[in-house]
């Protein structure tokens, strides 16, 4: 958290500000080690699923890479953001997502971190990236592995706390929840497994 984003990224002595900053730098198989802080900066995403939606996020995976806290989850925080609604999801508003994996971006790892407080832009459609996993929404061409993270009062359409092949692996949920108005409204959605 010391860190700025101009930074190589490469070092502790040099490290980046944001986990974006560093995520943007890497290629299939890098890995990002994370120190210990709250980290809630966002980065504007647009729907690739029918609707333009501009739904900020804290962290958007593109490759296939490992994301990891130095010291665990009880000192690394992912932290997404409610909009201002009853339900916390509010159409292009406050709403901040917490992890956003991309279609591109298969089998990626994130080990080690309390994801908490995510939510998505619409409570409507079912099994759409801007409705789906507030706290994680995973690859829909390959798993997305969430490995020792407590995921902690996240909320969506469906999929509150992720969505869309994500892989919990020793995992927490506390507080999620799935708003839509129908029968699927999942804490955990289209997720095939989970240890």
Known sequence: KSGSDSNGGTSWDDAKL???????????????????????????????????????????ITKRIHLVSRNGKHRTHIVGQWADTANGIENNGGAHR????????KDVLVEGFTIRNGATAEATAANKDYDCGGGVYGATSGNTYLVDCDVVDCIAGTGGAAARKVVPIRCS???NKGVQAVSNSHVLYRTDYAY
Do not use: H, M, R
Not at 98 to 105: D, M, Y
């Open 18 to 60: 944001t986990i974006q900053a560093a995520v943007d730098l890497c290629a299939d198989g890098d890995t990002v080690v994370v120190d210990d802080g709250e980290y809630s900066d966002t980065t504007p995403w647009t729907s690739t699923n029918d609707k333009s939606y501009s739904l900020p996020t804290v962290v958007q």
């Open 173 to 175: 949920f506390v507080g």
């Open 98 to 105: 917490c992890i956003f994996v991309a279609a591109s971006a």
